[in-house]
């Protein structure tokens, strides 16, 4: 899981052209929304995108998008759960 989030960090750097920031500086539990590193509604829908292309997962439910995008943790989870075999 640690390679994942980390892997994850990356990814949303990239994705959301976060250039200012490094990995370490987005804690594994840290909120990407709001307070925390601030990301919106579009940065959300980017996020959709990538779990879609690179890990093959897609949510199902729209109404789980805020508890799966809390934090890179609960990504990395949502991940972990649903990846195909």
């Known amino acids: 899981m640690e390679q994942l989030m980390a892997d994850l960090k990356r990814q949303i750097i990239e994705a959301l052209n976060l250039k200012h ?21 579009i940065d ?26 809390r934090s890179v943790r609960t990504i990395a989870e949502f991940i972990t759960a649903h990846k195909p075999a």
Do not use: C, H, R, W
């Open 21 to 41: 920031l490094t990995p370490a500086e987005i804690g594994d539990d840290q909120p990407l929304f709001g307070e925390g590193l601030g990301l919106d509604s």
């Open 44 to 69: 959300a829908l980017e996020l959709i995108v990538l779990l879609q292309q690179q890990y093959k997962v897609k949510i199902e439910n729209p109404q789980d998008g805020p508890k799966i995008f």
